[in-house]
């Protein structure tokens, strides 16, 4: 190559574009006086296309991710995951038109709730009860109001405000320090009525007055703990501030107490509430048991032995057994303790206690055992009728499918408690026999274990898949409407709509007053003006009409997922971040 042409290809490459030595460009040369935006900008166009390209996939699916998670937060929170859905999405029968039937029925309980307060009200306003034949009012409760207490948070589900109102402005002003002179407290029934009643509308409203006025039931209360071991005496004098010494306890007014102080300690911040009432749990758990999971119902309070009773899923045992799956709810799944002692309770109960008709193959009962857990009692009371709901909840809770199956069963067998007498309203209790022809006889027993050779069955017996007791009263209860909300919510099975609309229809002919609804005394009685007792409990208001009413409500509305309910159907909310912590 010759000189000139040498000079030639110089003098082109220096004509070229050049990047300045500088930053007049934003682009300086010295890393140590770059910006950060300068550097991002540098090590950009210091990348290929390939580079280029990668790193922007990158930056797209990062912001894809926050902006996803950001909605996820919005409309279905993170918190809400760890537990399984428990309810089945809401969904309209077309075959029966059941949005505006449900519509329609949810009113009607509604007017029947209306109703009741408006009777209340007018004839028995701050008493513990109101007499719904005589128009009069008791205090058999003390004289805190009861009713109106358990009432308040149906009215607030029911979107009766007003009402609810109403039950507000008198309950702040009520001293539960005091009682009627001479009535000693009783500490299960005050706390599952009047605490719970009070911690949840105050969850409803924020009403804070209300906090306070649960705070103050909670801590009179309290002095029940007092005892060597920390088992609960039953009573409790607040007009003196002390307990009333006992030697024994049953085993549910012990045992289920524990959510409403939980929940106390939540609201309050004030963690000895739970730690006191879990005390309780800890002891029971650790006692020497006939059979592993099953407890008798007579607790000694000063050892924290059993004495006595039989082992029972009815009336001083139920409650017990609720608990164990509704504290582990309650906790978000993060108390493994409450699960094992559920679980071992419900495998011995299948084991022992559950049993079939021999007249009707779809009839499963649970019946008692004995102290010892070896002589079996056929006798299935009503209040037994929230087992299947508990099944339910608890097949979805900790994935045990087949539980679901035996909760149909049992659902099943209470609703024909009702079905099958003339008046559709169900009874205390019905009785079976075994396949040897033995069973309790009808008329009044010394015991539930005094098994007698049975004269053969007659046409009603094998019709109805059991039979009768002497105790044939219908109180009003709740547990049958409560496991029939309960298995529609987790089913969608439409049928158990229509069988709690033809409960609340007997209900409703039958035990309907002029200032609200009275408790029945024979089931099997059509002469109803003398078959009405005059009597109706708190719980009506409390459980029966509420779960009823949420039966008709869309499954999301106070959904089982977001709410565990305590024994008198008092809905508190699930702490889900517990799990998080």
């Not at 589900?157 to 402005?169: A, C, K, P, R, S």
């Not at 108390?335 to 206690?353: G, L, W």
Request: aromatic fraction near 12%.
């Amino acid at each position: 190559m010759d000189r000139d042409a040498e000079a030639n290809r110089h003098s082109s490459v220096s004509s070229e574009p050049t990047i300045p030595l500088g930053d007049q460009d934003g682009l300086p040369l010295l890393r140590g006086k770059q910006t950060l935006k300068g550097r991002l900008r540098t090590g950009w166009y210091r990348m290929d296309r390939l580079g280029r390209l990668t790193t922007s996939l990158v930056v797209l699916i990062i912001s894809g991710a926050i902006l996803a998670r950001v909605l996820i937060e919005l409309f279905c929170p993170y918190d809400y995951w760890h537990n399984p859905q428990v309810t089945v999405p809401p969904k309209t029968d077309d075959s029966n038109h059941s949005a505006s039937t449900d519509k329609e029925r949810r009113n009607a309980i509604r007017d029947a709730m209306k109703y009741t307060w408006s009777g209340y009200h007018k004839y028995a306003f701050g008493h513990d009860e109101l007499l719904p034949v005589s128009n009069k009012s008791n205090d058999k409760w003390g004289g805190w109001g009861v009713t109106l207490i358990d009432a308040l948070d149906t009215l607030y589900i029911m979107e009766l405000y007003d009402e609810f109102n109403q039950g507000v402005t008198h309950v702040v002003d009520v001293d539960f320090s005091k009682a009627t002179p001479g009535y000693t407290t009783p500490f299960f029934e005050m706390v599952i009525r009047s605490l719970a009643g009070l911690l949840t509308a105050y969850e409803m409203s924020l009403d804070k007055r209300l906090l306070a006025k649960a705070q103050q039931v909670g801590d009179v209360l309290m002095p029940a703990f007092k005892t060597s071991t920390g088992l609960p005496y039953p009573r409790v004098d607040v007009n003196a501030g002390v307990a009333v010494r006992a030697s024994s306890i049953c085993l549910a007014e012990a045992g289920t107490v524990q959510l409403e102080y939980w929940k106390l300690s939540d609201l309050t911040g004030n963690p000895i509430y739970h730690q006191t009432a879990q005390r309780v749990v800890d002891i029971l758990d650790q006692s020497q048991k006939p059979y592993k999971g099953l407890y008798p119902i007579w607790v000694d309070i000063a050892t924290g032995n059993f004495t006595s009773g039989q082992i029972t899923f009815g009336a001083q045992g139920d409650s017990w057994y609720e608990y164990m799956l509704k504290q582990y709810i309650y906790s978000g799944g993060t108390h493994d303790q409450y699960r094992r002692m559920y679980v071992e309770s419900i495998e011995s109960m299948k084991q022992k206690m559950v049993k079939r008709s021999e007249f009707d193959e779809q009839m499963y009962y649970v019946g008692d055992l004995d102290f010892t857990a070896k002589k079996f009692s056929p006798k299935f009371q009503h209040l037994t009728c929230f087992v299947p709901g508990m099944l339910a909840l608890g097949s979805k809770t900790l994935n045990r499918p087949d539980d679901l199956e035996l909760a149909k069963q049992l659902t099943y067998t209470c609703f024909q408690m009702y079905n099958q007498t003339a008046t559709g309203l169900g009874p205390e209790y019905v009785l079976f026999r075994d396949s040897s022809n033995k069973g309790l006889l009808p008329t009044n027993h010394k015991n539930d274990f005094d098994i007698e050779d049975l004269p053969t069955a007659d046409s009603s017996e094998v019709n109805n898949g059991y039979y009768l007791g002497y105790d044939r009263g219908y109180l009003l209860r709740p547990e049958t409407a409560e496991s029939i909300m309960i298995l529609y919510r987790i089913t969608g099975d439409v049928k158990y709509k229509e069988w709690g609309w033809q409960i609340f229809q007997a209900i409703h002919k039958w035990t309907k007053t002029p200032a609200g609804y009275s408790a029945y005394r024979d089931v099997t009685s059509t002469k109803r003006d003398s078959q009405l007792t005059d009597s109706m409990e708190s719980f009506f208001l409390a459980e029966t009409l509420k779960y009823l009413y949420l039966l008709f409500s869309p499954a999301d509305y106070y959904s089982l997922d977001d709410y565990v309910f305590n024994t008198e159907a008092h809905p508190f909310k699930i702490q889900h971040s517990r799990a998080h912590k």
